[in-house]
């Protein structure tokens, strides 16, 4: 149960640095946040691939399994 608490935490820190990777990419990709126009259909992957791609990832790193580490003496 412990690693759903985990994968949620992880998940949610994960999307500051991938809204910021979206931001990043919508400007790379061309985009202008003072425009009158809708915004154009290809842009949406630039703006949410970056951004749920860091929450899945971050969600995967939080359900993964604890290696049990043994010390050796």
């Not at 990419?25 to 809708?38: E, I």
């Not at 915004?39 to 949406?44: G, V």
Request: charged share 10%; proline share 5%.
């Amino acid at each position: 149960m412990m690693g759903v608490g985990k994968a949620i935490v992880f998940g949610f820190f994960a999307m500051f640095p991938g809204s910021v990777l979206a931001l990043v990419a919508y400007w790379l990709m061309g985009g202008n946040l003072h425009t009158t126009n809708p915004i154009d259909d290809f842009m949406f992957i630039p703006c949410y691939g970056p951004f749920f791609g860091s929450i899945a990832f971050g969600v995967w790193l939080g359900m993964r399994d604890e290696q049990d580490v043994e010390l050796e003496t």
